[in-house]
């Protein structure tokens, strides 16, 4: 509807910046020589560090702390529902793993795949707020086609050089996303603050990232200097943007249409990046072009209702209508 199309398109572009936020990360971890470790600590650190400050001077994130904080220890809300962070942790951690060898846009389209497949299942086995849904023939579709597209993307690519093992890296923090917007979903439910949400998915996943930061330093060391380009040190406070505009997007565009919006600019922000400032080893090659195309039509697809589709009414589906908006999609 034409009144929705100013706030798709900042839904485009926050899916941009997600795209901007993996060339970064990837960038830090070539400056760090090639230490996705230190470099997903600093990327998702510093945009807990911005959020914890913003939380010191909002009221109301400050009180869903300790809304969320009593609902635990009443047993409304899982202790394991807090740890979705670990999704967003598991994400960049991976963008300075993988991004630097598949480029930005490989990598995206794998993140996808993973994205889909996993909120297909998260969806059959109701981990989200909203309880079970049952698939429809449309996103079971979508899912094979964005399989698919990944293959596709790949097709001039299948030689002795190629990382093809770090392939699986993406796929598999495209379903930690999934898991993790599932089970933030709870944490936005119980707050009754998208802020108060955020700021746990970071607390979480810079926790596990400092845990698996220590371990990483006692058998490598540290890394031998720290990069002095500003730029690098950018991501935690692109991811903090991103998910504020999912904040701001998602009541007036749906969770659906916020996601497909999303999913449209981290491929095609990922593509501007590696053919107009490319990075790295990686090339953007017509296989990868087709292969993104495919993703993005696998995606619509997906994210369509089909006239069939219906929804298992299990416990907590009422608690979630009761709120005035789905809760947002976050990926860091």
């Known amino acids: 509807m034409p009144a929705a199309t100013p706030w798709a398109l900042l839904a485009v572009f926050s899916g941009a910046l997600i795209a901007l936020q993996s060339r970064i990360t990837g960038e830090l971890a070539a400056a760090l020589g090639d230490d996705g470790f230190t470099a997903a600590l600093l990327s998702f650190g510093s945009g807990l560090v911005f959020l914890t400050l913003g939380l010191l001077a909002l009221a109301r994130p400050r009180r869903g702390v300790g809304v969320v904080l009593r609902d635990v220890r009443a047993g409304r809300l899982r202790w394991w529902q807090l740890i979705g962070g670990f999704g967003g942790a598991a994400f ?149 943007c991103f998910i504020a505009i999912a904040v701001a997007t998602v009541s007036r565009l749906g969770v659906l249409l916020l996601g497909l919006c999303t999913i449209t600019g981290q491929l095609l922000g990922s593509l501007a990046l590696d053919t107009f400032l490319p990075h790295g080893d990686a090339a953007v090659t017509t296989a990868t072009v087709a292969g993104a195309a495919l993703a993005l039509a696998a995606v619509a697809l997906a994210a369509l209702p089909g006239r069939g589709a219906s929804r298992i009414v299990a416990s907590g589906t009422a608690e979630e209508s009761r709120q005035p908006s789905s809760p947002p999609r976050s990926t860091s």
């Open 92 to 240: 960049v951690l991976t963008q300075g793993l993988a991004v630097g060898a598949l480029g930005v846009a490989l990598f995206t389209v794998a993140i996808v795949a993973g994205q889909v497949g996993g909120g297909l299942i998260f969806d059959r086995i109701g981990l989200g707020p909203a309880g079970p849904q049952r698939p429809t023939a449309r996103r079971t579709t979508g899912a094979a086609l964005v399989l698919a597209a990944v293959a596709l993307s790949m097709a001039d690519k299948l030689d002795g050089a190629f990382p093809l093992g770090l392939l699986a890296l993406p796929l598999a923090a495209g379903v930690c996303v999934s898991w993790q917007q599932a089970v933030n979903g709870h944490v936005r439910v119980s707050s009754g603050s998208a802020y108060t949400g955020t700021w746990f998915n970071f607390a979480a996943g810079t926790a596990a990232l400092v845990v698996i930061f220590l371990i990483h330093t006692a058998v490598s060391g540290l890394p031998d200097h720290l990069p002095t380009s500003p730029h690098l040190y950018l991501g935690g406070l692109i991811g903090c």
